[in-house]
């Protein structure tokens, strides 16, 4: 049974290019959970989404940044003109939606703005 | 709003010491707790959770944790420290409802002394 599966594991993009990161969650899983972590700043929710919906997007910025879902393939984080201050690195993780359960997290994708 | 606090963002241990790391809790409803460990330039992986069953929570590697309502804590221990310990520990705490999100905490770096 495959964990959960992100890549590309490292990023490298131009200031102003755009960045799509993909998450495919564990078999059976229909909850995804996007989240960012800064050095020294443990790691920040982004948006939760189940497949089409997005439920949770409370700490995603306003602008440039977007996420999705779709009913077959990855869930996709995608950050427009990136900008130096986005790099980071960008966990996923996936649960089966019950309340007592933990979510399984991917290695994550490394993003590098250059 | 549910949140958690871990003190001590850095911890020294030497091999063979006991290991102590803190994380309160703030919720105003029985919360769901979960400590997870992070090696370098890898994903989190879940040492052990709490989901209102017993108190003390034995995790991997020897971990355990206690919930103690009282002192809305959930310190996670080990006995005996070994050098393959050493990693960065997050503490985090379910929030219910429609987002039904991990809130963590900035975390613990563990480091292990020979």
């Known amino acids: 049974n495959a964990g959960v599966m992100q890549n590309p594991r490292h990023l490298v993009r131009r200031r102003g290019q755009e960045a799509r990161l993909r998450c495919s969650p564990m078999?059976?899983?229909?909850?995804v959970y996007w989240y960012r972590q800064l050095p020294e700043e443990g790691l920040k929710f982004m948006v939760y989404?189940?497949?089409?919906?997005?439920?949770?997007e409370s700490g995603m910025p306003k602008e440039r940044f977007s996420a999705e879902f779709p009913k077959e393939g990855p869930s996709i984080l995608r950050i427009q003109q990136v900008v130096r201050g986005d790099s980071a690195a960008y966990f996923c993780?996936?649960?089966?939606?019950?309340?007592?359960?933990?979510?399984?997290f991917g290695q994550g994708t490394r993003l590098t703005v250059v | 709003a549910q949140s958690v606090t871990q003190l001590g963002s850095h911890v020294s241990v030497s091999e063979g010491a006991l290991v102590l790391l803190r994380c309160n809790y703030s919720?105003?409803?029985?919360?769901?707790l979960f400590w997870y460990v992070q090696y370098p330039n890898q994903g989190l992986q879940l040492l052990l959770k709490?989901?209102?069953?017993?108190?003390l929570v034995k995790g991997i590697n020897g971990f355990e944790a206690e919930f103690k309502k009282s002192e809305t804590s959930f310190h996670l221990t080990k006995p005996s420290a070994h050098m393959s310990d050493a990693a960065e520990y997050f503490c985090?705490?379910?929030?219910?409802?429609?987002?039904?999100?991990?809130?963590f905490g900035t975390g613990t770096l563990l480091a292990v002394q020979p």
């Open positions: 989404l189940q497949k089409e919906n997005i439920i949770d």
């Open positions: 919720s105003s409803v029985p919360p769901y």
């Open positions: 985090a705490v379910r929030r219910g409802g429609a987002t039904n999100k991990l809130i």
């Open positions: 709490y989901t209102s069953a017993a108190t």
């Open positions: 078999k059976g899983h229909s909850h």
């Open positions: 993780a996936s649960s089966s939606g019950q309340m007592n359960t933990e979510a399984f």
